[in-house]
């Protein structure tokens, strides 16, 4: 499975971005999506996930602010983000855990500049 992110931009604060990650290859038949950031000098952070049934979960620095929108299809997910702060900036990865084959794989990542 590949992983590829897109609509990593440089937007105000305060802003709205989109990114999109898909998938190609083989699905797993029981997977869980995952978005991470990473911010300069700082550690990979959990953003939010979805599991395949899709329930999604948001963590709560990005609460409130985040999503994951339902309209996606399979092989996609995407992270809705809104009232972007600088702080949001970052290195956005998603990953594709197969729970069954204990493989877990990962984008390359779409930076995110929050900035005005």
């Known amino acids: 499975v590949q992983l590829v992110e897109s609509g990593g931009d440089v937007v105000q604060p305060g802003g709205t971005l989109r990114l999109s990650c898909t998938a190609s290859g083989i699905m797993p038949s029981i997977y869980m999506w995952k978005w991470y950031r990473q911010a300069p000098g700082k550690e990979r952070e959990l953003v939010a996930s979805?599991?395949?049934?899709?329930?999604?979960t948001i963590e709560d620095p990005v609460k409130g602010r985040f999503s994951i929108p339902r309209d996606n299809g399979k092989n996609t997910v995407d992270l809705q983000m809104s009232s972007l702060q600088p702080e949001d900036t970052a290195a956005y990865y998603c990953s594709l855990e197969d729970i069954w084959g204990g493989t877990t794989y990962w984008g390359e990542g779409t930076r995110v500049t929050v900035s005005s």
């Open positions: 979805k599991t395949r049934a899709g329930t999604t």
